[in-house]
């Protein structure tokens, strides 16, 4: 188990604070207003520690009737 951000997991965080600027209309980092980087940076960063601490709970979860 790895228990920092890895690189699949700013990947995937990647794809989504994307999805933002594809909803939004822009890819030029540049031209982004203040609420829009903030969005843009807050979405990154969320979402690369969801994906970390969703895959740190899944290595440490028990599957439901496995012994353990």
Known sequence: MTPYLTRDDVIAAGDIAGAFLGQIGKTDLATLTQDEWTTF???LVNEANKAAGDR????????V???G
């Open 41 to 43: 940076c807050c979405t």
């Open 56 to 63: 740190i709970v899944s290595a440490w979860t028990i599957p």
């Open 65 to 67: 009737g496995a012994e």
